[in-house]
């Protein structure tokens, strides 16, 4: 895939549903009632990028400050969706040993990755971070856990909603109506090539976790440090 064109494509579409009100509210982000959990494999961006991204935040919730804005614990790429979030998952339906043991097996010979975080693109409901690995590894990683979690008799749901394939973050959505989309995408057009820095992973997380990754509802189930 290329990541480039993919992004420009989805900025172009999503940037004119959110000019023209055919954007997409979530109703569930504060809900009590929501009871989606899944599991993830995940990267979390170091401090430094984490930091940039507060600066195009700022700037965000200047224009509306309604809107749901990821707290810098929450940001993350998600590596691979392990089980997708489903109300009624709960860790004691799975030995969480089974699936350490296949993710540490899909990590044997794995290149570096490094990842560059650059420009901003959009969805209907949300506004990201656009990312770009540098090389193969990441999707190398991806296929490798493919192959090894689709041989196993384990729970999973790899690729269940679509075939995951970028590198974003997710950093806003949208919960509110906005106050002025026209305004909202200038800002967004600003950053669309800013340099939000790079880094090179050096831990995956596996965590179970709701549909936003919210840190109180998050539970870390291991780390997994990478050479």
């Not at 490798?144 to 689709?150: A, G, T, V």
């Not at 974003?168 to 820095?197: A, C, S, W």
């Amino acid at each position: 895939m290329n990541l480039t064109e993919h992004y420009n494509q989805l900025y172009t579409k999503s940037s004119d549903a959110i000019l023209t009100g055919n954007y997409i509210l979530d109703s569930q982000i504060n809900s009590a009632s929501d009871k989606r959990f899944g599991m993830t494999l995940l990267i979390r961006p170091n401090e430094s990028i984490k930091a940039n991204i507060q600066v195009f935040l700022d700037e965000l919730k200047k224009v509306d400050s309604a809107q749901y804005f990821y707290p810098e614990s929450d940001i993350h790429i998600t590596l691979m969706g392990i089980i997708s979030c489903y109300e009624g998952f709960s860790l004691d339906k799975i030995s969480i040993k089974d699936y350490i043991e296949i993710i540490q097996k899909s990590l044997v010979d794995l290149g570096k990755i490094k990842i560059e975080f650059r420009g901003v693109t959009a969805s209907p409901s949300a506004i990201m971070i656009q990312g770009f690995p540098s090389d193969e590894s990441l999707n190398n990683l991806r296929n490798k856990l493919r192959e090894n979690f689709k041989k196993s008799d384990l729970e999973q749901s790899i690729d269940s909603r679509y075939t995951i394939s970028t590198a974003h973050l997710t950093v806003m959505r949208f919960q509110e109506r906005l106050e002025n989309p026209k305004k909202l995408i200038e800002i967004t057009d600003q950053f669309r090539d800013y340099n939000f820095g790079e880094f090179t992973v050096d831990k995956l997380e596996l965590v179970y976790n709701d549909w936003y990754q919210k840190t109180e509802n998050t539970i870390a189930l291991c780390d997994f440090y990478l050479r």
